[in-house]
């Protein structure tokens, strides 16, 4: 699985982790996340390497961030920089050393956003008799 995947993944999967379930299935994804955040940790410390090597900075030698938090690279060949380097990090082997399944019955009861299944379809394995 690639680095991206496991990113989008986790950030689906902290949503999903408030959400009422049955025990069984919220003991899956509490160690799904458990095994994730490690490996989101690694891209988040990563990323912010390149935000640090990439970004405007203020005259404390601060990263600049806009109003909604994002971040100001002004300089054309930084910012492509940047990007080729972060698109780089993303495209990253990752094997995850925990891999649950959840069958399609265990999670039918669940109100599931399009995303928040999409992070989950690698791991559920349908069932004789399912129709999707």
Do not use: C
């Not at 300089?75 to 050393?97: G, P, T, Y």
């Amino acid at each position: 699985m690639k680095l991206k995947g496991v990113v989008e993944m986790y950030l689906q999967l902290t949503t999903i982790g408030n959400k009422d379930m049955p025990m069984k299935v919220s003991y899956k994804i509490s160690k799904l996340l458990k095994v994730l955040s490690k490996e989101f940790a690694n891209y988040d410390l990563n990323r912010n390497k390149l935000i640090d090597k990439y970004a405007d900075k203020d005259s404390e030698g601060n990263v600049k961030r806009d109003d909604n938090g994002q971040i100001h690279i002004s300089n054309k060949k930084f910012r492509e920089s940047f990007l080729k380097e972060h698109n780089e990090l993303m495209d990253v082997d990752v094997e995850l050393d925990y891999k649950p399944i959840f069958k399609l019955s265990e999670l039918e009861n669940l109100t599931l956003t399009v995303n928040e299944i999409s992070a989950l379809q690698e791991f559920i394995e349908e069932e004789e008799g399912d129709t999707v």
